[in-house]
């Protein structure tokens, strides 16, 4: 178990949030379409996975069922609407892909951010630390996702 964490539930909830983002910023910065992406890829998902079955065990926050078990059902629902539609090829599969994708590797680092900020600031100002810091990430991943899109799925049409 790690020093800082608590528990063993969080000591595989934070190293899965490490790797998840590394692999995820990794293929989002590399090449697509190549056997190290769908590599690479794969461990982000299954990261991503870990991670958010880890999040409906950690209760700390909020003593409760709370908002961060919501986010973590909406990234699941990302995770799998970026895979499934590559599983089962189907129409359009690279747009559903590429969206979920980068929806989900946005609402992590979201989360990120939240967390190193409310950690910064040992609790004061917590609910607007986490509302600024997810709307500056989230806003910085919607113009970056819809400025790079023709660019990227050009390549699949």
Excluded at 56 to 64: E, P, Q, V
Excluded at 103 to 111: D, N, V
Excluded at 128 to 155: D, Q
Aim: overall charge positive; some cysteine.
């Amino acid at each position: 178990m790690l020093p800082f964490v608590h528990s063993l539930t969080g000591s595989v909830h934070l190293i899965s949030a490490i790797i998840a983002m590394i692999s995820g910023a990794y293929v989002l910065l590399t090449t697509k379409a190549t056997k190290r992406h769908r590599q690479v890829g794969y461990i982000y998902v299954v990261s991503m996975l870990l991670l958010n079955i880890t999040a409906f065990w950690i209760y700390d926050l909020f003593g409760r069922f709370g908002p961060f078990h919501i986010a973590a059902i909406f990234s699941s629902i990302c995770i799998i609407g970026g895979m499934l539609p590559i599983i089962f090829r189907i129409k359009n599969w690279i747009y559903y892909h590429y969206f979920f994708m980068n929806w989900s590797t946005i609402g992590l680092y979201a989360a990120f951010w939240a967390e190193t900020f409310t950690r910064m600031s040992s609790g004061k100002n917590f609910w607007p630390l986490v509302m600024i810091a997810t709307m500056i990430t989230v806003s910085v991943g919607a113009y970056l996702v819809n400025r790079n899109k023709e660019r990227l799925l050009a390549n699949f049409k």
